[in-house]
C-alpha cells in the first residue's frame, strides 16, 4: 500500500508500508534492493497500470536477470523470454506497449525497481 509520494531536497521518495523508499526524479528507485512485491505495485499505481500475471511475469524476468547480471535486459531479450513463457501472440513489442504503455525502460524496470537504464528511451 502505498502511503505517500514525498519529495525531498536531493530527490523523490515514496513511502510503503511505512518505508521511505528513495527514488529519482523520474521516479526510479535508488537502490534496487530496496524492492519488494509492494513497492512494485505502488510504483504501477503512480503509473496507473494495474498489474496482472503478464506483468508479473515480465517483472520477474528483468528482476531475476538484474540478480543474476547486475543489468537491465535488452528489451529483445524479454521478448525472446516472453515468447516461451506467454506465448508468440504475446512475445511482441505491442503487447509490451499495451501492459506498459510508456514503454519498457520509462515503466517495466521502473516498476520492477531498476534504476533508470542507460538506454531507458533507445531500447523500445
Same mark, same amino acid.
Given at each position: &500500500? /502505498? !502511503?505517500?509520494?514525498?519529495?525531498?531536497?536531493?530527490?523523490?521518495?515514496?513511502?510503503?508500508? #511505512?518505508?521511505?523508499?528513495?527514488?529519482?526524479?523520474?521516479?526510479?528507485? /535508488?537502490? *534496487? #534492493?530496496?524492492?519488494?512485491?509492494?513497492?512494485?505495485?505502488?510504483?504501477?499505481?503512480?503509473?496507473?497500470?494495474?498489474? #496482472?500475471? !503478464?506483468?508479473?511475469?515480465?517483472?520477474?524476468?528483468?528482476?531475476?536477470?538484474?540478480?543474476?547480471?547486475?543489468? /537491465?535486459?535488452?528489451?529483445?531479450?524479454?521478448?525472446?523470454? &516472453?515468447?516461451?513463457?506467454?506465448?508468440?501472440?504475446?512475445?511482441?513489442?505491442?503487447?509490451?506497449?499495451?501492459?506498459?504503455?510508456?514503454?519498457?525502460?520509462?515503466?517495466?524496470?521502473?516498476?520492477?525497481? &531498476?534504476?533508470? *537504464?542507460?538506454?531507458? &528511451?533507445? !531500447? /523500445?
Amino acid at each position: &500500500m /502505498v !502511503d505517500a509520494v514525498t519529495a525531498g531536497s536531493d530527490g523523490h521518495s515514496i513511502r510503503v508500508g #511505512g518505508r521511505s523508499i528513495a527514488t529519482d526524479q523520474l521516479g526510479f528507485l /535508488v537502490d *534496487p #534492493g530496496q524492492w519488494d512485491p509492494a513497492v512494485a505495485e505502488a510504483l504501477a499505481a503512480r503509473a496507473a497500470i494495474e498489474l #496482472g500475471p !503478464d506483468h508479473w511475469t515480465m517483472i520477474r524476468f528483468v528482476r531475476d536477470w538484474y540478480e543474476s547480471r547486475q543489468a /537491465v535486459p535488452e528489451a529483445r531479450r524479454l521478448l525472446a523470454s &516472453m515468447k516461451a513463457e506467454l506465448g508468440e501472440d504475446k512475445a511482441t513489442r505491442r503487447y509490451l506497449h499495451r501492459l506498459f504503455p510508456h514503454g519498457y525502460g520509462p515503466d517495466l524496470c521502473k516498476i520492477a525497481g &531498476m534504476t533508470m *537504464p542507460r538506454k531507458v &528511451m533507445l !531500447d /523500445v
